[in-house]
């Protein structure tokens, strides 16, 4: 695969690829959705001392490190599961600069996210346990993924992967969540708040990051009502 790094108009980096046509954060500023869309609408909605996150699709692990010195600012105890189908080469990840957002030994921490190994716990610090899953989402059988607070739902968009936004993966998404859990998009399209509504979730739209409009947050409420027809 061909990556690209662009910078965005926020001034922070993200990966293009040639392949799918398709980058992997808002050009509008990669740091600026992560910060709004995942930290902020994601985790900033959920009120519980300890968050068990899953993220679909690790990639830069932008929204991994975020999170993680989010969860230090506000002493929450975070375990953040991650998949991914196609990790990224050190090679690849360290042209994107993200090292520097950390306050204190940033590069030595944004690496050891990439370099963690695969399928078990690593403890990053105190409060933030990593434990990344290399694998596709379309074959997770729901067993294997612990029960979750949160749901960072960062797959590419619906066009250029359209099996990703399937009812049937939202409903298995639904299933492995915790009561009052919540699951975060970017997208804002009518036809994955429909999806989501049908597996039982509440939707809303709300504001999204500076260029774009809206997005999603979906809460397991546990009073399930799927759309009729
Ligand atoms: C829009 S990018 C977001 C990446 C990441 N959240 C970040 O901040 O860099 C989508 C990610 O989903 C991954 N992905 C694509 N198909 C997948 C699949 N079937 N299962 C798991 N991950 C997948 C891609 O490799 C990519 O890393």
Redesign the pocket.
Known sequence: MKFEIKVTQDGSATIYLNELDEH??STFGAVQE?LHVFVGAGLGAVTAKEVTVL?????????CLLTMIAGQESRRQIHYVA????PLSMQVVDQLGYSSLYPESGAQLFSLLHTAPWNRDTTMNAQFVLHKIE????EIVPAELPLVDLV?F???SPEK?PE?WQEVIFGMLYERMKTDGVLVTYCAKGVVRRTLQSVGFQVERIPGPPGKREMLRARKTGEQDPLVG
């Open positions: 992997y954060h992560s993220e679909v699709g690790f990639g830069t692990g932008l929204n998949l991914e189908k196609y694998k596709d989402l379309l960072y960062d797959a590419f992967q990703m």
